[in-house]
């Protein structure tokens, strides 16, 4: 696993959590943890919770679990002095292990992974790594309790995958997270889960740590939320594509919104709604240099920078409708999109000539088959024909100062025009905070690198 770039065991690096957390509570701060699973748990939990539903083999949950038991209890023994706080996390282990098991054995009988089951089996990770963060801290003489989302609070509705929380939720976290504040007790909940009103485990989609620590922020009225990341902080591209790009000091909740939307997977893109209303000031910050002050997200965007950020979604596909003439374009666009939706197809950029009888629609490459067999059991008097081109590329261009500020689309444009890099299709929301464009797959480094310059994003 990596930490800062260097292979660091899970051990060491939960350790090194634990000792955050002692850090800023001996700075008087109350403080609530919550955790994500050790990293890359979350991925081998959907990978074989499928591989385990379509093979059913045994031999494959008692492989699979053994690795798991493997990886947390070394990291527990790694990371916690205390002989008898260390029993008992490995007991609860144990038990959380079985439980998983259990499920696993279900699957596996049913040949069937239901949605609700995924849920169920992905959400161990942190059902995993919440006992073990608080144990942590309890060998550091903290006082910790670990909690699941259901027992923080997080009530949810029954959409497994995407779960979102219910009304009223913040005065039931409120109602079990202040009273442990109360008698200095460090809650550890695990992230990324919550649970149904009937007590039915839910997620709340990928990377939801981030969602669930700003839905509890915002519920307990904290002073500031922190989200550890493995980088600076919010980045003005992807450093892998552009070398010299560099940290984004300060965005605001809309900014930071366009950008997990939209490919930027460092944040949940739903992370920032709990938090706007009370405008909690969000930090995100680098596990390897605490003392950095991170990005900060809050209320004000700065203007002085009309482009904040550049994002690129690599695997999107393109698809083109031709309406037949016989309906409106209303029409066809309304009925692409709900066969589209009713397929549960994301659909990432749409753009329509106006005079053309055409809708252009950007997709998730990984839902290209659903979203072209939605088309085709379509009406054939609504729609024509389509085209769709999977070697394609989304970038979007992000910041709040792009409103009212004439000229940053041409600028966007020559910049490409200028490395000869031609683009395929065009989206602006009317909020002028994103400039989306999509181009071919193989000019899609070079697009992302041109405008970074043209705006003089790196390094100063
Ligand atoms: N473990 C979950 C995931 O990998 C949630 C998170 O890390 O935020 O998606
Ligand atoms: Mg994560």
Redesign the pocket.
């Known amino acids: 696993m990596k930490f800062g770039g260097v292979a660091v065991a899970d051990g060491q690096r939960i350790r090194r959590v634990g000792e955050l957390v002692r850090r800023f509570k001996s700075e008087a701060h109350e403080i609530v943890v919550v955790t ?2 050790l ?1 890359g748990v ?1 991925d081998l939990l959907f990978k074989n919770a499928e591989r385990i539903a379509t093979e059913t083999k045994t031999e494959l949950i008692e492989e699979f679990v053994e690795e798991l038991r493997r990886r947390h209890v070394r990291a527990a023994e790694e990371a916690i002095d205390d002989k008898d706080v260390l029993n008992s996390v490995i007991n609860e282990l144990e038990r959380r292990l079985g439980d998983l098991e259990k499920a696993l054995r279900g699957i596996c009988l049913l040949g069937e992974l239901t949605k609700r089951s995924l849920d169920y089996i992905t959400s161990s990770g942190e059902r995993l790594s919440a006992p073990l963060l608080a144990g942590v801290l309890e060998s550091l003489r903290i006082n910790s309790v670990h909690l699941t989302g259901g027992e923080a609070g997080i009530i949810t509705n029954d959409d497994f995958g995407n779960a979102q929380p219910v009304d009223g939720v913040e005065s039931i976290i409120a109602g079990r997270i202040l009273p442990l504040l109360r008698e200095g007790q460090v809650p550890v909940v695990a ?2 889960i919550g649970e149904t009103e009937s007590g039915v485990v839910t997620t709340l989609g ?2 939801g ?1 981030d969602y669930t620590a700003t839905i509890i922020g915002a519920a307990i009225k904290a002073d500031e939320i922190w989200l550890w990341k493995d980088t600076e902080g919010i980045m003005t591209a992807d450093p892998r594509i552009v070398p010299n790009a560099c940290k984004i000091p300060t965005l605001s909740y809309v900014e930071a919104m366009e950008l997990s939307y939209f490919g930027a997977s460092i944040l949940h893109p739903r992370a920032m709604l709990p938090v706007i209303r009370n405008e909690i000031p969000v930090r995100v910050k680098n596990l390897c240099d605490p003392d950095d002050e991170g990005t900060l997200i809050w209320k004000e965007p700065e203007r002085e920078r009309v482009v904040k950020a550049i994002t690129l979604i690599k695997d999107v596909a393109i698809i083109n409708v031709a309406g037949t003439g016989i309906t409106s374009i209303s029409d066809v666009a309304a009925r692409v999109f709900s066969s589209l939706a009713a397929k549960n197809v994301n659909i990432i950029m749409v753009s329509q000539g106006s005079s053309e009888r055409t809708i252009s629609i950007v997709v998730d490459g990984a839902q290209l088959r659903e979203a072209l067999d939605a088309l085709r059991n379509m009406n054939g008097n609504v729609i024509k024909d389509f085209y769709f081109n999977p070697d394609v590329c989304a970038i979007g261009v992000v910041g709040a100062g792009m409103a009212g500020t004439p000229g940053v689309a041409g600028r966007v444009f020559s910049a490409l025009g200028e490395r000869g890099i031609s683009i395929i299709m065009i989206a602006q929301g009317s909020s002028e905070y994103n400039i989306s464009f999509v181009v071919r797959k193989d000019d899609a480094y070079e697009a992302v690198r041109a405008i970074h310059d043209a705006f003089g994003l790196a390094q100063k």
Request: no cysteine; aromatic share 12%; charged share 10%.
């Open positions: 994500s699973a990293s979350t992230g990324y990928r990377g740590s």
